[in-house]
């Protein structure tokens, strides 16, 4: 965790350095100096990436580095919330039992780079040398795991899927790819497809071979001609990789052969293995199971993986059955509280097994089935406990081990932040990659690739490796929402939340008791609560260390005025705040001394929808924040901060419509600024369009007609956006809405424009012609009467580009459009059109289109069943169709 701790603090001197160095005026020399000393800690820990996992000596000593990272961090933090609350001393004072002095700081920062030199031994470089660590140690024969053969459930559709691709003939070699999360049942699938009957009549030749983490070239080769030769020679031991590799491509060629490659880790280990495996053998077959889909597409790009997929509940229970029992029954006494722990084992095999296994032999040797009821019952209330301490190999821990070990250092932390929400959550990814980089898990580099892209191609490779699953997708393809499995969750809390890493803390209310103790949560860095959490606030809680407070509740609730300053007063160096089930009636004055603030949601109530809530001009002080939202019950919320000072802002979202403060001469340019949403037709103005310049996503709600009028509006402004690429416009005309009139003409619109949402504009469908010109658009988004009219006759110019069409809320009966009018259309969405008499049937012909969803849309339900005939007929099976409520002829 060193790491990560190490790129923040130096993201945070520099930030310091540059815009509030008169904060830290009495130590700036020691900050800069300590800087210094951090640049080249970053060295020194990427450099011994591999090698400390084999030394517990350097392991120690990356464990002091991040506890003197993070003596830094705390002290910095103190002294700029000190400096920048100078006239509040008592508040601070509360932090801090014994409140450093200006002057004093200095040498607080001067210990932490003596002890930074005394890592050093006294040198400016470090010798890795003296710590005498190999880097291979010696060559050892592969030895296959012992391979589940029994109580095998569920997994003869996937094996008949896959013997189908192995019985295909092909011009060249065939590689086929098991992939999954752990515990699965990979290794089991490909055992099973292994050991068909017919299968071994049709591969002459079957080699079974286990890659592992900690391969060889060499010894993979040789376990394949181990397989192939009666006795290896002493010459055949001698040769190099490259000798080894030749002799089994020449044994191979021309013969027809399985080989099943199991546990295979990277793309790159792939590519050391590839090269014994002639690529034009159109009769060889090669099976690999791989917990990475980087690794099924480096193999074969031309077939997509296998996924696997979890048990349904009926195998689930099956499964588990055959563990405990030894036959698919169980006494009826047992039923309820067998599947409760089968529930709690969310359908993973390998969770399920373990259990079963559990039950089998430490509660059965009771005959009285009260009592081994009582004791499943008290089993079914933790299951992840029971997995985690009573199996004695440790099994589910040591599996998902494996994954969290091979993850490069930038990945470990990102993955076990995941620990901070709650179990079976539905993960936002925008919400998930903001909070990553307002913690310093995200760090910027070089080139054109914004912040927020990388944190997305960090989630990609955690998706990639099977340690998070995409939950739903945006209108671009993009993830829109993700989950972890339970399990896995559990192992992040675990590694997450022990003393020595000390990343984050779950607090949980056992019988009224708060776990851990809020008078003892002053050490921790990172806590979430998800229930109780007003009772939790009423226990004053103090925590000085404390960089980020998470709470995702099921339920929301209102703060009284006696808890309304209980959480600034806790937290004051908190970076991270998501709160959005609590209600705040107002916003606390102290916190705005939370000067480290980067990402807050924050839910205000207003005392009536229709009075606006306000933003105070103080929220300026919180000069760090990167992710501000807020949420409110109220249509609008006055913003009296100007948001262009706030330098570090990147993104402000609200459900309201917002009005800011106009730019004056005072304002900075809001060159951060990527998001801002939804503001009213009153603050879209050109003033505000200049200094946001680089804006990617913009929502404006109000009177549209204002903001689209040539002589009053500022519409034409929105082309000097030149990165602009999601446009949110809903006419919000209280209290009654009116007819929009014409939309500009498409010259008008921001020229780089992918995404387009139009709400309540009431439109004539003629305008969409306007809109099918857009020449980069891909999304369109028609809510809530966004168009209007009986008939809509799609115009052949229009759509060359548009993948997604979204029109709900409208009373269309009769759509005219044919194949060509949308030519790369990808997903078409309908809700609640309930006078459309059809889908047109043309749009079947699209090669592109893959999704037709259906929502209280039933006339149009016949011809949308059609479409999917068609493309049927056509061999076009990649097409999905949802249709709610379903007809009972669905059912």
């Known amino acids: ?140 024969a592969l030895e296959v795991p012992i391979v589940r053969k029994d109580n095998i459930v569920g997994l003869e559709d996937e094996a008949e899927k896959l013997i189908g691709y192995l019985n295909d003939k092909t011009e060249q070699l065939d590689v086929i790819s098991i992939i ?99 690529s034009n053998a159109r009769m060889g077959k090669v099976l690999i199971t791989s917990r990475q889909q980087e690794v099924a597409l480096a193999a074969n790009r031309k077939r997509p993986p296998h996924k696997m997929r979890h048990l349904d509940e009926a195998e689930s229970w099956l499964l588990f059955q055959w563990e405990v029992f030894g036959k698919p029954e169980c006494p009826s006494v047992l039923e309820v509280s067998g599947k409760l722990i089968v529930e709690g084992c969310h359908r993973l095999p390998l969770a399920i097994v373990v259990i079963g296994g559990i039950l089998a032999t430490k509660f059965a040797a009771s005959d009285d089935l009260s009592v081994r009821r009582d004791a499943w019952e008290k089993v079914s209330q933790s299951v992840s406990v029971y997995l985690k301490d009573e199996d004695p190999l440790k099994r589910m821990e040591a599996i998902i081990a494996l994954s969290y070990d091979k993850l490069p250092y930038h990945l470990k932390e990102c993955f076990l932040y995941l ?133 995702f509740s099921k339920e929301e609730f209102d703060l009284q005025n006696d808890t309304i300053s209980a959480i600034p007063a806790a937290f004051k160096l908190l970076r991270v705040l998501e709160v959005k089930p609590i209600r705040f009636p107002k916003i606390p004055g102290d916190l705005y001394h939370l000067v480290h603030l980067r990402y807050i949601t924050l839910s205000l109530n207003s005392a009536s929808n229709t009075k606006p809530t306000v933003l105070p001009a103080a929220f300026s002080k919180l000069w760090n924040i990167q992710t501000l939202i807020i949420d409110t019950a109220s249509r609008t919320l006055d913003i009296r901060a100007d948001i262009l000072n706030m330098i570090q802002l990147r993104h402000l979202k609200t459900n309201a419509s917002a009005t800011l403060i106009k730019p004056g001469k005072a304002s900075k ?106 020449e980069n658009l891909l999304v369109l988004k028609l809510k809530d009467k966004a168009f209007m009219g009986r008939s809509w006759e799609a115009a052949d110019a229009g759509f060359r580009r548009l993948e997604v069409l979204h029109i709900g809320h409208t009373n269309l009966a009769v759509w005219v459009a044919l194949g060509h009018h949308f030519p790369r259309l990808r997903c078409l969405k309908l809700r609640n059109c309930e006078n459309l008499e059809g889908v047109p049937i043309g749009l079947a012909d ?36 949802f249709i709610f409520p379903p007809s009972q002829n669905d059912l």
């Open 846 to 881: 699209i090669p592109t289109f893959q999704e037709l969803d259906l929502f209280r849309t039933e006339k149009a339900a016949a011809s949308a069943k059609k479409i999917r005939k068609n493309r049927t007929t056509n061999g076009l099976t990649e097409f999905k169709l």
């Open 1 to 140: 965790m060193a790491d990560a701790a190490v790129e923040f603090l130096l993201e945070n001197l520099t930030q310091l350095l540059l815009h509030h160095a008169h904060l830290i005026i009495d130590a700036k020399d020691k900050v800069e100096k300590l800087e210094t000393d951090l640049r080249f800690f970053k060295a020194f820990l990427r450099d011994s990436t591999k090698k400390r996992k084999k030394d517990d000596r350097l392991r120690d000593l990356v464990r002091s580095i991040r506890d003197v990272v993070y003596e830094a961090e705390d002290i910095i933090d103190a002294f700029v919330t000190q400096a920048a609350v100078a006239k509040s001393r008592s508040y601070f004072g509360k932090a801090f039992s014994s409140p450093a002095k200006l002057l004093d700081i200095a040498g607080q920062v001067e210990s932490i780079c003596g002890k930074i030199r005394d890592f050093k031994g006294g040198k400016d470089n470090f010798d890795f040398a003296i710590l005498d660590i190999g880097d291979d140690g010696p060559e050892t």
């Open 180 to 278: 999954g999360m752990p515990g699965l049942g990979k290794t089991t699938l490909a055992a099973k497809i292994f050991d068909d009957p017919a299968l071994q009549f049709e591969f002459p030749t079957r080699i079974w071979v286990y890659v592992s983490q900690e391969f060889t070239s060499k010894n993979v080769f040789l376990a394949i001609l181990k397989k192939m030769i009666t006795k290896l020679s002493d010459e055949m031991y001698a040769k190099s990789d490259v000798e080894l590799a030749q002799e089994v491509a020449s044994r191979l060629e021309g013969g027809k052969f399985l080989i099943v490659m199991d546990d295979v880790w990277t793309a790159q280990d792939w590519d050391k293995l590839k090269i014994a495996f002639p």
């Open 669 to 774: 340019e809001g060159d951060m600024l990527q998001t801002l949403g939804t503001i009213s037709t009153e603050s879209c103005t050109e003033a505000l369009i200049v200094k946001a310049r680089n804006l990617k996503k913009l929502g404006v709600r109000g009177n549209l007609a204002l903001l689209m009028d040539p002589k009053s509006g500022s519409f034409d402004s929105l082309r000097k956006l030149g990165s602009l690429e999601n446009l949110k416009l809903i006419n919000d005309a209280f209290p009654h809405p009116s007819k929009l009139g014409d939309l500009p003409p498409s010259y008008r619109f921001p020229k780089k424009l992918r995404s387009l949402t139009l709400s309540s504009t009431l439109l004539d469908w003629t305008d969409m012609s306007i809109l099918g010109s857009l």
């Open 419 to 551: 620990g901070m929400f709650p179990e079976d959550f539905e993960i936002p990814v925008w919400n998930l990659t903001r909070m990553w980089i307002a913690e310093g898990l995200i760090q910027p580099k070089d080139g054109v690739i914004s912040i927020e892209e990388i944190a997305e191609n960090y989630l990609d490779e955690l998706i990639n490796r099977n340690l998070v699953r995409i939950d739903k997708r945006k209108a671009n393809g993009k993830v829109k929402t993700c989950r972890i499995h339970d399990l896995l969750r559990d192992f992040c809390k675990t590694i997450a939340g022990n003393e020595r890493e000390n990343f984050l803390q779950e607090i949980k209310n056992y019988g009224g008791v708060f776990q851990p103790l809020a008078s003892d949560i002053s050490k921790y860095r990172r806590l979430c609560i998800h229930s109780n959490v007003v009772n939790f606030l009423s226990k004053r809680p103090k925590g000085s260390l404390v960089r980020s407070f998470v709470c």
